[in-house]
């Protein structure tokens, strides 16, 4: 027994190292199990950032409906119409701040597409008189590459890898739409239901943890979100100013 105790430390770390050097091994099997798991909560996650936002809207909205109704149908109503008006709300200002946005991203696109040719021209027109003061950079190769031949050549490559780019680029929007669409419906459950889900958290956490510490981590977090509530108001209100 004595001598267990004594070899006890080299034991586990020869352990640990047998299990670094496994891991090491199988670092790809790992990585692609962590990914997945990873990749299979997304929707969770997405929901969770979701209903911490419209919370947000959620809490004030219910201060300024009945808020001294504790029963009848009015207490039934209030957080459902809370939520629908948190989402119209949250609409209203994406719609106008893309109505502000994306005509001005249009005309800036089109200014750059219609002064391209006359930049590319100017662009020759400098290298040409670089290469005529300086004799060291007209370099052949260097002219070649950007002549107008090369451009059009540079171009049509980029044009057929366009394709499996834009394929791509496809199958991610698809992929986050599906994660938003999901992270929509939990978001829903879990403003509709966020105090007993808080509830069903304190419970697990009280069966493996001490009351203290779950005292603990219930200020932290509640602090941390009020912190963060408040942060993003006050955000969005200098934003409007």
């Not at 109704?69 to 106008?96: C, D, E, M």
């Not at 040719?117 to 590459?145: G, V």
Request: glycine letters at 6%; a positive charge; one cysteine or more.
């Amino acid at each position: 027994m004595k001598r267990f105790k004594y070899y006890k430390p080299l034991i586990g770390a020869i352990i640990l190292a047998g299990v670094m050097i496994m891991m090491a091994l199988r670092i790809s099997d790992i990585a692609n199990a962590i990914d997945a798991v990873v990749t299979a909560f997304v929707p969770l996650i997405v929901g969770a950032c979701i209903a911490f936002v419209l919370d947000i809207l959620v809490v004030r909205y219910e201060r300024w409906l009945w808020p001294k109704s504790k029963t009848g149908w009015k207490n039934k109503i209030r957080r459902p119409l809370s939520l629908i008006l948190s989402f119209v709300t949250i609409s209203a200002i994406v719609y106008f701040i893309a109505r502000m946005a994306i005509p001005q991203l249009i005309h800036s696109m089109s200014i750059i597409v219609a002064s391209s040719p006359q930049l590319y021209t100017d662009f020759q027109s400098w290298m040409q008189h670089l290469t005529e003061t300086i004799p060291m950079a007209s370099n052949q190769t260097l002219m070649d590459t950007l002549s107008g031949e090369s451009v059009v050549k540079y171009t049509r490559e980029w044009g057929t890898k366009g394709g499996t780019y834009l394929v791509n680029a496809m199958g991610t929007a698809l992929s986050w739409t599906l994660n938003i669409g999901l992270g929509l419906i939990f978001a829903i459950y879990m403003l509709l239901d966020k105090e007993r889900l808080m509830m069903q958290g304190k419970r697990i956490l009280r069966a493996y943890a001490s009351d203290e510490w779950v005292n603990r981590v219930s200020y932290v977090t509640r602090v941390a979100v009020q912190t963060f509530s408040n942060f993003f108001v006050g955000q969005f209100i200098d934003a409007l100013i």
